[in-house]
């Protein structure tokens, strides 16, 4: 039993029916398998302190064909958090039933665009924006109907150059609808965007984010904006992650961090060794100090998690 892991990312399927332009699925392992219900009882009973899961990580979860029996296994034991990332596009009117009789507590739906055309060239020529509006306000009506307010149902774009134009939109599109929150995230570090260290677009986004903030308020929208990259900032604010989350990605592999999800930076594999025995190798250890001691480990390099300490003095992003 470990005692240090509170919350874990579970990978519940690497196999994906959109290829987003900028999403690792694409360069991730050509083997495509769904988590095995071993994993997900490894998952459920093996960490005393464990107190969320979050079902996502490079695929769909919702093509999982035992998605909601994997719901039922993981709250059976005890009562933990339970949220996931989907693109939307399988929220059928009987899966929009099934998960809001489910026990998840939140389910972040990635919108990333509002017009058809770079929804088309970016996310996935064979299916529609419009089909994904649908299906979201399909899922908020039924959620409605029950009068229950679980699960929070949210937006989440990744910002970028070209999506800048379209957030505006999404924050009405969240507004018309009584999203409960929509939240932007950056891009991970080996994408590279504008709007990751280097390169910067401050002044852009300075003023984009004051106009969006206004429209969020306006539309009583809870939003909320990601740390912007600070050009060769070498200072490292804390990151707690690594000591005490784990992603797992559908075949057991233990890894750093949601947004570190290349094989090569595994811990160990779940199924190999006890996470007990994965928790103390050296690798772990000494990637754990290194990030105690503000000292960041390769897998870390670029991350705006880390990168953003000078922000706040110009730029305040809680407002
Ligand atoms: C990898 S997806 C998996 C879940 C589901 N397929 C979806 O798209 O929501 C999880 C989240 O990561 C985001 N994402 C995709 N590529 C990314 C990248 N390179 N950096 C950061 N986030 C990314 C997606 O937009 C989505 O919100
Ligand atoms: S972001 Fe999600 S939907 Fe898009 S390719 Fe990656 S896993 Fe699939």
Same mark, same amino acid.
């Given at each position: ?42 998952? &459920?009973?093996?960490?005393? /302190? ?27 034991? =005890? ?54 509006? &649908? !299906? ?12 229950? =307010? ?61 106009? +969006? ?27 707690? +992650?690594? !000591?005490? &989350?784990?992603?797992? /990605? ?28 994965? +928790? ?14 503000? =000292? ?12 953003? =300490? ?7 992003? !809680?407002?």
């Amino acid at each position: 039993m470990c005692n240090q892991i509170n919350s874990i990312q579970l990978e519940l399927t690497n196999k994906c029916n959109f290829s987003c332009k900028k999403c690792s699925h694409n360069a991730t392992s050509s083997f495509k398998e769904f988590a095995s219900h071993k994993l997900v009882e490894i998952v &459920s009973t093996g960490f005393n /302190n464990l107190k969320h899961v979050h079902l996502s990580g490079i695929g769909e979860p919702l093509l999982h064909p035992e998605l909601f029996e994997i719901i039922s296994c993981l709250s059976k034991h =005890r009562k933990l958090f339970l949220s996931i990332t989907t693109n939307g596009s399988l929220l059928s009117e009987s899966i929009c039933e099934k998960i809001v009789e489910s026990d998840l507590g939140m389910i972040d739906i990635s919108l990333d665009y509002s017009s058809e055309v770079t929804f088309n060239q970016n996310i996935s020529k064979n299916y529609s924006l419009n089909k994904i509006h &649908s !299906n979201i306000a399909t899922l908020l009506e039924i959620r409605a109907k029950t009068q229950k =307010r679980k699960p929070k149902i949210n937006l989440v774009s990744v910002l970028s150059t070209v999506n800048l134009n379209e957030i505006a939109n999404i924050i009405f599109f969240a507004g018309k609808h009584k999203i409960d929150n929509y939240y932007l995230i950056n891009y991970n570090p080996q994408v590279n965007e504008v709007y990751t260290p280097g390169n910067i677009a401050y002044p852009e986004l300075q003023s984009k984010s004051i106009e +969006w903030r206004q429209i969020a308020k306006e539309n009583n929208i809870n939003f909320s904006l990601p740390p912007f990259p600070v050009a060769d900032c070498d200072e490292i604010i804390n990151c707690n +992650w690594l !000591n005490n &989350s784990i992603f797992i /990605n559908c075949r057991g592999d233990v890894l750093p961090c949601c947004l570190r999800t290349d094989d090569v930076y595994a811990f160990g594999n779940i199924f190999e060794k006890s996470f007990a025995e994965i +928790w103390s190798s050296n690798y772990y250890v000494q990637s754990r100090k290194s990030l105690n001691e503000n =000292r960041s480990p390769p897998f870390c390099k670029n991350c705006l998690q880390l990168h953003n =300490r000078l922000l706040p003095k110009m730029f305040d992003r !809680n407002k």
